[in-house]
């Protein structure tokens, strides 16, 4: 459907720096006000589910559509920003070898409320306010750094420091809209969405049809503790001359992600355990308590019970996620020197957090897989992180011929002003969980069920390698002008580096509500767990003309 984000943007900013002896000191203001509007009509036009092709387009499942709520303006919202951020610096030099860089910042983020709230008294009762929004005023972030060069061949480098980061517009325009009243949603199905279909494509409901179910809402609400995100950051290095041109550095790097957000569904009962059973073996599943009359019933149902029953998934917006980043990044460079130069850098890492998130907003679609696996128990998905790559190299060659020195012109013109470079990149693969692709813990997300006994990004696509190189000739046309002609290859080997894999070790599951034990299911041959869905570009050349003037 239609949609339409259209920001008017007003920043006052203002630095003022003094030189005073061997002190350098800047302070500065720097306020942005972000006037939102946000139409996002979502399913207003309808959407037709079919059970198959030889069912469309005249026999539907079932048809949803959404409403203008009774409050509200419907699909618009208005998520407002103010961000104001004040700093000071002094970058005092101690001694002519020894600089020490001392500052601090403060930022603070205004979030416009949602003008309405969601009257429900249980929810009220409850301390879930959807008008609420966060008010996180002790932004403090202080920060440290200095260079030293004790011997003229060597640098020394290092600092620490805090950086408080924003609360994302996609975040706060979703609990403007999603808090249950403003707009509000419909599904028929049998003939109820055979009828919404007659006369002609597309169609749309002007109210609420026989046979229809108004389904129960997803709300979407900040947590009354919610702060700010932020990192600390932390490096130290040393760099040191070994030849003419060339250094070679050592620097290690560290950061730390503090109150992350993420989206988590507390509507939820405690879980319990249940028996798994695959390859001959029994494992241990958390699942949450389903509707059913009976024990079997229970067990075998895959609808959620819900502590608020008259609404679906209540996702909270809270900060309770965090990461961990420690790199080991070693460098040669060599300046540009007898027509040659190059950069090769080698990082060895760790990163692991448990799945933050600011993007979640929508669900039953992609945005489930964002979501932690078990929503009462986050610390369980502590592992790798999804951009965990522990040992990446780069080297990136220049080779230039600038003007070749010979007694004919011809020998001269033709070999003079040619550029060859490249880039080789080589890097271990990227991180996967092995999910089952159904509901197996029963928490009304079938996207995030890891297969039972195995951590989150347990395994690794195989390594990538990248080569992409150019060559350049350059065209003197007179003192100011010039001629480029570029050929360029990127993925110049044509090597199938993986992007993503099917990541379903098991197709299922199937229930037996007396022995109350779970049977997993194997995928189809046809997509076996690790293989390969998608690649990084394949090779591709470029031609370019570029004339500078």
Request: aromatic share 12%; net charge positive; no cysteine.
């Amino acid at each position: 459907s239609p949609r339409e984000t259209t920001i008017n943007r007003a920043q006052l900013v203002n630095n003022v720096s003094r030189v005073s002896g061997r002190h350098v000191t800047k302070i500065g203001v720097d306020t942005v006000y972000d006037n939102v509007f946000n139409f996002f009509p979502g399913s207003f036009g309808g959407i037709y589910v079919f059970n198959n092709i030889n069912d469309f387009p005249n026999n539907p499942a079932t048809f949803t559509q959404r409403f203008a709520g009774p409050v509200g303006l419907g699909a618009t919202t208005k998520p407002n920003t103010v961000d104001f951020g004040v700093y000071a610096q002094d970058d005092w030099r101690v001694r002519p070898n020894l600089t020490l860089n001392l500052g601090v910042r403060y930022d603070y983020q205004q979030l416009a409320s949602p003008p309405f709230q969601n009257p429900d008294p249980v929810l009220l009762a409850a301390g879930l306010d959807t008008s609420r929004t966060p008010r996180d005023k002790n932004n403090v972030a202080p920060r440290f750094g200095f260079t030293s060069t004790p011997d003229g061949k060597s640098v020394i480098r290092g600092g620490y420091g805090i950086f408080y980061g924003r609360t994302t517009g996609i975040m706060l325009g979703t609990a403007h809209s999603g808090n249950g009243v403003q707009t509000t949603g419909i599904t028929v199905n049998g003939a109820a969405a055979i009828n919404a279909l007659t006369g002609g494509f597309p169609r749309t409901l002007t109210g609420l049809p026989p046979g229809a179910n108004t389904g129960r809402a997803d709300l979407f609400i900040f947590a009354d503790d919610y702060q700010q995100p932020y990192v600390q950051q932390g490096r130290l290095g040393y760099e040191r001359e070994v030849f003419g041109n060339t250094s070679i550095s050592a620097t290690y790097l560290f950061y730390k992600g503090v109150h992350l957000s993420r989206t988590r569904d507390i509507n939820l009962f405690a879980p319990a355990s249940a028996n798994a059973v695959f390859a001959g073996q029994t494992f241990t599943v958390t699942r949450f308590p389903a509707a059913g009359a009976t024990p079997a019933a229970q067990f075998t149902s895959t609808t959620p019970l819900r502590p608020f029953a008259n609404y679906n998934r209540i996702n909270l917006f809270e900060p309770t996620a965090n990461s961990r980043y420690d790199a080991l990044a070693i460098q040669a460079n060599r300046r540009f020197a007898n027509n040659f130069q190059f950069l090769a850098s080698y990082t060895f890492s760790r990163s692991k957090d448990d799945k933050p998130d600011q993007t979640a907003v929508v669900p039953g679609g992609g945005d489930d897989a964002k979501i932690v696996q078990n929503q009462l128990n986050i610390r369980e998905d502590y592992s790798r992180s999804d951009v965990d790559i522990p040992h990446r190299f780069v080297f990136s060659p220049i080779f230039e011929v600038r003007t070749i020195k010979s007694d004919n012109a011809f020998t001269r013109g033709l070999l003079s002003h040619w550029t060859v470079s490249g880039i080789a990149q080589l890097q271990s693969g990227f991180t996967y969980s092995a999910v089952v692709n159904a509901g197996l813990n029963r928490d009304g997300n079938s996207r995030n069920d890891r297969v039972p006994g195995t951590e989150r990004n347990a395994f690794r696509s195989p390594n990538v390698y990248i080569f992409d190189a150019r060559l350049q000739r350059a065209i003197p046309l007179g003192e100011a002008r010039r001629l480029r002609l570029i050929l360029e290859g990127f993925n110049l080997f044509n090597r199938s580096n993986i992007a993503t894999v099917n990541a379903n070790q098991f197709a299922g599951f199937s229930s037996n509500g007396t022995t109350q034990t779970i049977t997993l299911t194997a995928p189809a041959l046809s997509a076996p767990f690790g293989g390969p869905r998608t690649f990084i570009s394949s090779r591709e050349l470029q031609l370019a003309v570029k004339f500078d003037f």
